[in-house]
Structure formats: structure tokens, C-alpha cells
């Protein structure tokens, strides 16, 4: 691809705009798609998206606007970082806007129900265009902090993946390839559940073995559902799966842990949302995996528990005590 080409971001928050900076300091000229006209007045005028990373001095080659119009004309490659509940309403509408030829890679992290879709399913509802997925352990103030970090790019395109690289790496983020996108991106949208358990967990003080017990518990749980949907179990080894669990789950810098925190102090769940200000996507996946898995037959105790302690006002108590009174749990599946 020409290296002058213009790269899109469409997501203004923590992530996109880490995105969008990285691109930008590999020499790219960025279009950045806020939701409004004073965001992105500002992130232009002074040079920083306040809101989200005020310490982070953005590169010169990002313009930031409120047009998709504007930010997906003669856009060689676009990057979809926005919250997975306007997700579909931003492929329709950039449906007929982007270009033939422009690589398309999801970066938001969450599933839809009503019917049950992963995000590139809805991005190839609407489009033809080349797909990717971008997940990992991306703990966004990390990446702003040019603290070393790594993401998977999936794809079944290696051109595609070779772009994503030179567009993304730099000394201190590192690009990996996968082409199991679906397991790249199931990972990505499950840990947020087991992040929102691992922060109530960690709340309870319930000890260092029983977090070890649920990190591990909760890789059983996720592969499990991904290989039922057509997903390979070792990619659930890797920085997508494996390296992202553990990040999110034990960081006091993600949103979910945060979340799951909160409740584990008695916070009830809107008054848990509010205290953290920004989206935690586990919530709105937790609903649809959880029906999902009945639909599917599959045990998941965790996701079960997590449920109940939300929508049906358990004990977060309960959490440890549904786990260990699971029967007839294997200890490491898929062996051959």
C-alpha cells in the first residue's frame, strides 16, 4: 500500500485515539471521527483529547471532525474503535461512503444479540470490503504512556495484516498475525466478562489462589464457547486470549475490572457505571453469551454467576461458592 495514504480512525475515546496517534507518528496523515463538533474542535485546536488522554501531545498528522464523509474520502484503511452499541449503526451508515478498496479492522471489543453476531459478521452484513480484527492486552493509557505493548491483527489477508503493521508498530507496540479471526475476536469481547469477575473477586479479598482459580476457570470457559462457534483453541494461548485475560483481569486501569470492583463493594450496577465514566463493554456482553450458551448447551458457572449477581440481584458472595460447587469440571481441554 502507499504509505501516504490516508488512514481512518472512527472512535474518539481512550482507544482510538491511541490508534489514531500511532498511525499518525509513523508518518500517515489521520482522520480522527469524533461524535461532535466541540470534541473535535478541540482535540484540533489544542492538540490532545482531553477528555480521555489529556497527558498524550497528539501528532500533527491527525485532523479530528465530526464528517464520516469527510474522514473515510480516499481513506485507505479504517479502523472501527467505537462503542459496540452504536457499532451497527456506524456500518450503515459508512456502508455507503468508504471506499471499494479500503481494509476494514474492527478494534471494539463486544458481541450483539438479537440475533447473536460478532462485529465482523455485522461489518460484513453491510460491506464486501477486506476484514481484520485488532485485539489484545491494550490497556489504552498504557499505549499513550509508550509503555511496551502488543496487539494480534487476524486476518485472512496477509497484505492486509502487513499494513496493519507498518501503519500500528512502532519500538514500543508490537504487531502480531493470527488468522483465526474469529477466535481473535471472541477473545476480545469474553475477557471483559471474566475482568468485571475479577475486579468483584479481588473486592471480596477472596486470596491470590482463588483469582489464579478463576483466570483459569474463565480461559476454560471462553475457548470452550468460541471452539463451539468455530474458533481454534490455541489461539485462546496467545496475547489475544491468554495475554489480554490476564492484563484486564488484574489491572486496576481496565474499565470492567473497575466495574466488577464497584459492585463487589455494594455499589449497585448503574451507580458502578457512573463511578467509572466511561463504557465497560462486559456488561453488554455478559446478557447475550449468557443466552447464548444455553442455545449452545455449554457450561459456562462463571458467566451463569456473574448473571445472576447482576440481573437477578445475587450475593456477589455467591461468586466463589457457584464456582467451587461446579461438578465434573475438566482441568485443561482441548488436548490432543
Not at 440475533?115 to 461489518?123: A, D, N
Not at 470492567?256 to 463504557?279: F, P
Request: hydrophobic share 40%.
Amino acid at each position: 500500500m502507499n504509505t501516504y495514504k490516508k488512514i481512518a480512525v472512527l472512535g474518539g475515546g481512550s482507544f482510538g485515539t491511541v490508534l489514531a496517534n500511532l498511525a499518525a507518528s509513523n508518518g500517515y496523515s489521520v482522520s480522527l471521527w469524533v461524535r461532535d463538533s466541540d470534541q473535535a474542535l478541540r482535540i484540533n485546536s489544542e492538540g490532545a483529547n482531553t477528555i480521555y488522554h489529556p497527558e498524550l501531545k497528539l501528532s500533527e498528522n491527525i485532523l479530528a471532525t465530526d464528517s464520516l464523509e469527510e474522514v473515510l474520502k480516499d481513506a485507505s484503511m479504517v479502523f472501527i474503535a467505537t462503542p459496540s452499541i452504536i457499532f451497527e449503526k456506524i456500518i450503515k451508515r459508512i456502508s455507503k461512503l468508504i471506499e471499494d478498496e479500503s481494509y476494514i479492522i474492527s478494534c471494539t471489543k463486544g458481541i450483539l444479540g438479537n440475533p447473536f453476531r460478532s462485529l465482523s459478521e455485522i461489518i460484513r452484513e453491510s460491506v464486501e470490503n477486506t476484514l481484520g480484527v485488532l485485539s489484545g492486552p491494550n490497556l489504552a493509557k498504557e499505549i499513550a504512556d509508550k509503555k511496551v505493548a502488543g496487539s494480534v491483527i487476524a486476518s485472512s489477508d496477509n497484505e492486509l495484516i502487513n499494513s496493519v503493521k507498518s501503519v500500528l508498530s512502532s519500538q514500543t507496540f508490537k504487531i502480531y498475525s493470527s488468522d483465526d479471526m474469529q477466535g481473535v475476536e471472541f477473545a476480545g469481547a469474553l475477557k471483559n466478562i471474566y475482568a468485571i469477575i475479577c475486579g468483584m473477586a479481588d473486592s471480596l479479598e477472596v486470596g491470590e489462589n482463588a483469582l489464579g482459580l478463576i483466570l483459569t476457570r474463565s480461559m476454560a470457559e471462553m475457548s470452550r464457547f468460541a471452539v463451539a462457534k468455530g474458533a481454534n483453541p490455541m489461539t485462546f494461548l496467545g496475547l489475544a486470549g491468554m495475554g489480554d485475560l490476564v492484563a484486564t483481569c488484574t489491572s486496576k486501569l481496565s474499565r470492567n475490572y473497575q466495574l466488577g470492583y464497584n459492585l463487589g463493594k455494594g455499589m449497585k450496577i448503574d451507580e458502578a457505571k457512573e463511578n467509572i465514566g466511561q463504557v465497560a463493554e462486559g456488561i453488554r456482553t455478559l446478557e447475550v453469551i449468557k443466552n447464548e450458551s444455553i442455545e449452545l448447551g455449554i457450561k459456562m458457572p462463571l458467566v451463569e454467576s456473574l448473571y445472576n449477581i447482576i440481573y437477578l440481584e445475587s450475593s456477589p458472595s455467591a461468586l466463589i461458592s457457584d464456582l467451587v460447587n461446579n461438578p465434573h469440571e475438566v482441568d485443561v481441554e482441548f488436548t490432543y
